[in-house]
């Protein structure tokens, strides 16, 4: 915690109508009647300006907690930065889930936001404040401009000299995140000129740009130490290096794994050290902690803010959690971890003692069936407002907490994964760094490694562990390659659960299915169980319980499992009974396309018009339907080979695979009144429903890109 941030708000309300020109409108040139001349008056000015610059990172405006925000079209406490970062950065990967419905939010949960995603935009706002305002330090700084001033002396050029450094850091630092969010952004520096429209640069140039500047600074930077906490030193750029040079094949196509190598080295040669207290690096008195490189700043007092680590620990609370043992007044009910994320931890690793599942009945599960459910998912109160001796932070409401944006135990995993990329190094002292985090977090050196063991596989895994929660997780995946695709799958990564999983609740078992966690979700409409009759073995899967706990065909209502049929049609098992690879995510594929199905639609085409024989069209509905009875007693005969028929027996034969809506688009029946169904229309009994919704519409942001584009009739 810091007590200067506040010092600078006042001071610095003046300075932000030059600094705010690429805040939320990179053309925009703001008025004022302040000038340079009258503000910097006062030779203090300096120190409150780059101490602005700083607070930009940990506050949302120019008074605390709200009220006069630096950027707007978003609430005030969403709009703070590290906020921000941390939901970009953990929200729509493997670690972290969030209850609330808040516009734009629950799509960040599911890697589904849209091109107008407020979230997503106020993001890439907060980066261009933050540009902006250290553009328009480094111009007001020049020598030029204090030599015009005539009232800065030697000593205080010497600190202008360092804020200078320090302002590039702030700069470069936003400029990594830009890139790394958004790939191609313009670059703006203190020689363009205020509401000039940007050029276009890419993401190769900024990275270059990125990478001359800190190595440029470095010098001039303020040492590391107690009295510089909170400052850029030349280890919090050299880890910034190491992070942008370790993610450059991503940046650029070309991998730089031997500058990120030599960068952590410099970063682990400095002062820092291990916390022997892995909980120290997350609690209000995290200041004192050896560890720490680089934090954003908060004090529960001087430094109030609805967004950065507050929102970290209050969001972290809800269900049966007792607010007061967090060091808060009030829980959030937001914030919970992945299943992945939780069953990462094995037995012992002490780096999972903060994480609550609660005691029975309170308690929370594995699984995450509904989002907006806190009690689905296992907390994980990390950042709490309580020192390492057991004290409250000063204030209940704002924390102590600083957010360790680097620290040393980051750099001794770049540098174990810089070595096995082949940036050079040793794998005695990769493992050596990689063991000393191990050792700590279990205590003894019983979960130490060997060299086999250290792959990349590995390391992605270790950094899930040590560096929970603290906005590194989705860059870690990207550079993997397992942010987006197949390769690698989590809890409502793409919006949805999996169809295993969902097909199972009430008194069903998990384990009958292969899995572990039911999630409550699917069930038949009445017409789709109807459809089957006694006999037809494709609905011996469908669960209709004993009493009393009995699933009803009718559904009542939608929300309660019970109403409606269960239908685990897919199941985690093999035809031998046994249990797939993992209870949580399932081994069975999903079969787009198969042979059954061009039976049917050779059949279908036949009656159509399309050519064929009769017979041949008979012959394979009934090899569908010997199979599905055991015998021949369903085979069918030439007169019951109709258009109706075949609608059906696609419905029994293809049930849940993913062609119903076109099937009955096709046959006329998915929207008017000639077929209504439990729900459709809204209503339990079925109601007509209007033809324009045989097509989806052209989502709104398409059109607005391209007004080439007409949205479909009726929407």
């Not at 995603?117 to 401009?145: C, H, P, S």
């Not at 033809?691 to 942001?701: A, E, G, K, T, V």
């Amino acid at each position: 915690m810091n007590h200067r941030i506040h010092q600078a708000l006042s001071v610095a309300a003046a300075l932000l109508a030059f600094a705010v020109a690429a805040c939320t409108n990179l053309t925009l040139e703001p008025k004022s009647t302040a000038t340079d001349a009258n503000i910097f008056s006062d030779p203090g000015t300096y120190k409150a300006f780059i101490a602005r610059v700083y607070a930009g990172l940990a506050v949302s405006g120019q008074q605390g907690p709200a009220g006069n925000a630096d950027i707007r079209g978003i609430d005030e406490g969403f709009s703070q930065y590290l906020r921000l970062f941390w939901e970009h950065e953990e929200l729509p990967t493997d670690e972290a889930i969030i209850g609330w419905g808040d516009v734009g939010l629950p799509e960040m949960n599911t890697q589904q936001w849209a091109v107008s995603n407020g979230f997503v935009g106020a993001m890439y706002y907060r980066i261009y404040f933050q540009v902006g305002m250290a553009n328009e330090f480094l111009r007001q700084t020049t020598d030029a401009k204090l030599d015009s001033r005539g009232n800065v002396g030697a000593a205080l050029r010497a600190d202008i000299k360092q804020y200078r450094a320090e302002a590039r850091f702030l700069r470069a630092l936003s400029y990594w995140h830009g890139i790394d969010m958004f790939g191609d952004i313009p670059l703006i520096t203190e020689a363009d000129l205020v509401g000039v429209v940007p050029q276009p640069s890419t993401r190769t140039n900024v990275y270059d740009f990125i990478v001359s500047e800190l190595n440029a600074i470095i010098p001039d930077l303020p040492p590391p130490g107690l009295g510089t906490y909170g400052r850029a030193s030349a280890p919090a750029a050299q880890m910034l290096l190491a992070h942008a040079y370790l993610n450059a094949s991503v940046y650029t196509g070309t991998a730089h794994y031997a500058e990120a190598l030599t960068a952590a080295q410099a970063v682990i040669a400095g002062p820092y050290s291990i916390d022997p207290s892995y909980r120290h690096l997350f609690l209000a008195d995290n200041n004192t902690s050896p560890e720490i490189i680089f934090p954003v700043i908060q004090d529960g007092v001087h430094t109030q803010t609805w967004g950065g680590v507050t929102f970290l620990v209050h969001a972290s609370c809800g269900g049966s959690m007792r607010d007061t043992t967090y060091g808060i007044s009030g829980c959030w009910w937001g914030l919970r971890l992945k299943p992945e994320a939780f069953n990462r931890y094995a037995s012992g690793d002490q780096r999972a003692a903060s994480f609550f599942r609660g005691t029975a009945p309170d308690t929370q599960s594995v699984a995450i069936p509904q989002v907006g459910t806190f009690t689905d998912g296992i907390a994980a109160p990390k950042f709490q407002n309580k020192t390492l001796g057991g004290a409250s932070g000063s204030n209940p409401t704002h924390v102590d907490t600083d957010f360790p944006m680097f620290r040393l135990g980051d750099a001794y995993l770049i540098y174990a994964e810089a070595f096995l990329r082949g940036g050079g190094g040793s794998q005695q002292q990769a493992l050596d760094y990689v063991n000393a985090l191990r050792v700590r977090a279990y205590g003894d050196s019983s979960a130490v490694i060997t060299a086999p063991q250290l792959t990349l596989d590995f390391i992605l895994d270790e950094r899930g562990r040590e560096l929970l929660w603290e906005g590194h997780r989705r860059t870690d995946l990207v550079r993997f390659g397992k942010f987006t695709g197949g390769s690698y799958v989590w809890a409502w990564k793409g919006g949805v659960q999996a169809l295993v999983h969902a097909s199972c609740g009430g008194s069903m078992r998990d384990t009958t299915y292969g899995i572990s966690g039911c999630w409550w979700g699917l069930r038949l409409k009445p017409e789709a169980f109807n459809r089957y009759a006694s006999g037809d073995q494709r609905a011996a899967s469908f669960f209709r319980g004993t009493a009393p706990d009995t699933q009803s065909v009718a559904i009542p209502q939608v929300g309660t499992f019970t109403d409606g049929i269960a239908a685990p049609k897919f199941q985690n098992k093999t035809l031998g009974g046994a249990s797939g690879s993992n209870p949580t995510h399932v081994d069975t594929d999903f079969p787009m396309f198969r042979l059954g199905d061009a039976y049917l639609i050779y059949a279908e085409a036949f009656l159509r018009g399309g050519g064929g024989s009769q017979q041949q069209a008979l012959d394979y509905v009934n090899a569908l339907r010997v199979r599905a009875y055991g015998d021949s007693s369903a085979v069918i005969t030439a007169p019951q080979l109709t258009l109706d028929f075949i609608l059906d027996e696609r419905g029994r034969e293809l049930l849940w695979e993913g062609h119903r809506r076109t099937d009955l688009v096709r046959f006329g029946k998915f929207t008017g009144g000639s077929y209504v169904w439990a729900w459709k229309g809204g209503v339990q009994a079925g109601a007509a429903t209007d033809s324009h919704l045989d097509l989806y519409p052209i989502p709104s942001n398409e059109l607005i890109a391209n007004p080439k584009l007409k949205q479909n009739p009726g929407y």
